[in-house]
Each structure stands twice: as C-alpha cells, then as structure tokens.
C-alpha cells in the first residue's frame, strides 16, 4: 500500500523559509517522478515542482528561484526548501507520486502572515 505523509509545513512571516518534507512508503520512490502541488482556498491545486527519477527538476513560475525540491532515494522522502516566502504562498501542500493515477499526501498547511 502506496503511502504519503507530509511534515513541516507552519506559520511564517513574510520573507522567513520552511523545509518540507514527504515520506514515501509501500513503493521505491526513487524510481518514479515525485511533486509537490499545492491548494490556496478558494482556488484550484496546481503543481509546486517536480522531480523525476533521474533529478531533473520544473519548477512553477511564481516560486522560481525561491524554492527548491530535492530527494533522498535511500529515505524515500522528497523535500521543497521555500525560501523568501510570501503571503501568495499560503496554501495546503501535498506531496504526490506519478504512479498509475497518483497518490497523494494528507497535506500540509502552510500560512505565510505577519
């Protein structure tokens, strides 16, 4: 049984950095495409960045230069560092694997706020 789970997510203020973390299990990870997404309320999910097997890295415009993804095959978690970050980066992120029609993660919230 595939499963996700996400960690780290938090309040922030503007400018500050958090660390994400996905946690695989039931597959190895290393051999699939891994991606961050993410849900603002209100608004539909969209794609954060993504990894796939071989570490080629895509990246959404909007966190371009301030986030970036990385994975640890032999943990089977996937990580997104998001640096400088703003209040348009409030949402729910999940993590998912390109497996079949994917798996997600429970999510986890991420408010940017002074």
């Known amino acids: 049984q595939v499963q996700l789970v996400e960690s780290g997510g938090g309040l922030v203020q503007p400018g500050g950095s958090l660390r994400l973390s996905c946690a695989a299990s039931?597959?190895?990870?290393?051999?699939?495409?891994m991606a961050w997404y993410r849900q603002a309320a209100g608004k539909q999910r969209e794609l954060v960045a993504s990894m796939t097997p071989g570490g080629t890295s895509t990246y959404a415009d909007s966190v371009k230069g301030r986030f970036t993804i990385s994975r640890d095959n032999a943990r089977s978690t996937v990580y997104l560092q998001m640096n400088s970050l703003e209040s348009e980066d409030t949402a729910v992120y999940y993590c998912n694997v390109r497996l079949g029609a994917g798996y997600w993660g429970q999510g986890t919230q991420v408010t940017v706020s002074s």
């Open positions: 039931g597959i190895i990870s290393g051999l699939f495409t």
